[in-house]
């Protein structure tokens, strides 16, 4: 089996991508990168003199990764390669492709735990202050808005998530909605008065622009399709430059944002980390160290003797 990505390596990576998606159940974002990095390890291999998947050896993974750093790549970005990596290489081999997986003892650099930017409680209300008003007009596209932003922070949800969602799925008598995480994994999420209250306004301006392709999406673009992660993307990021001293954040930020102030006000880590859909509790607790950091800064500013 060449490692040239041609025809037959195209199809070796269309049934990868099709496990990956039918299979793991991993998200478009994580599949075309996951992808995207088994070529590049296919075509290294290649220009190694590795005509074939079964002769690839952990010393040309190690190669591969190695060029990867001395090319200046994020400590991050080797640890997904390496990841995709074994992931590639682990399906190939318990599919026959390969007689055996030589990425079982591949160690990539631990991604770093870099403490996530967040916005402060005030900037956060002045972000959905700014929301409102500009929803003040009718205009259908910016009670949408309002409405999404005022959900993504009162819920934590991620983007894909947002944009997942369907009418049916939002109770606003209960104020819970129904959302499906990584790997499928369906858990209801509450949200507050204000977001309720947002997500009402915005049920009744959505009649204005339904059309044939809005289907039972919650959130419509202008022509009247499920609206695309990166129209919410933009959104966040064009919204918080109008406030000069917030953190240029998108989405993400706002989960980030979210589950820091969950934290502040008291909540235990095992809800938040619930309402999050983290299959692991170790990664809610980043969320501590961020608000351990922001109570010392303010101790730093406030404490005569800090």
């Known amino acids: 089996m060449a490692a ?5 390596d195209s199809a070796v ?8 998606r039918s299979e793991r159940g991993r998200s478009d974002h994580t599949t075309r990168a996951y992808v995207s990095d088994v ?13 074939d998947l ?14 990867q750093a001395d090319r ?4 991050s970005t080797i640890a997904r390669r ?3 990596a074994r992931t590639f290489l682990g399906w190939a081999a318990r599919t026959g492709r390969i007689a055996s997986d030589p990425s079982l003892r591949l160690v990539a650099p631990r991604r770093g735990r870099a403490l996530p930017g967040v916005l402060k409680q005030r900037e956060a209300s002045a972000m959905l202050d700014v929301a409102a008003i500009r929803a003040d007009d009718s205009d259908p596209i910016h009670v949408r808005d309002r409405a999404m932003l005022e959900l993504l922070y009162a819920s934590g949800i991620r983007v894909g998530e947002l944009v997942a969602l369907d009418v049916d799925d939002v109770d606003l008598d209960q104020r819970v909605a129904r959302v499906m995480g990584k790997g499928a994994k369906e858990r209801m999420v ?5 977001a309720a209250r947002a997500l009402a306004g915005w049920l009744v301006a959505r009649r204005e622009i339904l059309g044939p392709r809005s289907g039972p999406a919650l959130f419509l673009g202008r022509r009247g399709a499920r609206i695309d992660p990166r129209q919410v993307r933009s959104l966040v990021h064009e919204v918080l430059s109008h406030l000069p001293d917030a953190p240029d954040l998108g989405p993400h930020g706002l989960r980030h944002s979210a589950a820091t102030h969950l934290l502040e006000g008291g909540a235990d880590l095992r809800m938040v980390q619930e309402i999050l859909g983290h299959a692991s ?7 501590t160290h961020v608000s351990v950091e922001r109570l010392r800064a303010s101790y730093e500013q406030a404490h005569p003797r800090a």
Do not use: K, M
């Open 281 to 287: 509790l170790a990664t809610t607790q980043i969320y």
């Open 13 to 20: 990576l269309a049934d990868f991508e099709r496990h990956l």
């Open 82 to 84: 390496a990841a995709a």
């Open 39 to 51: 070529r590049q390890l296919l075509s290294f291999a290649l220009d190694q003199g590795v005509s």
């Open 4 to 8: 040239r990505p041609d025809a037959t």
């Open 72 to 75: 200046g790549a994020a400590r």
């Open 190 to 194: 509450p949200f507050g008065v204000p």
């Open 54 to 67: 079964s002769e690839l050896s952990l010393a040309d993974l190690r190669s591969w990764l190695g060029e």
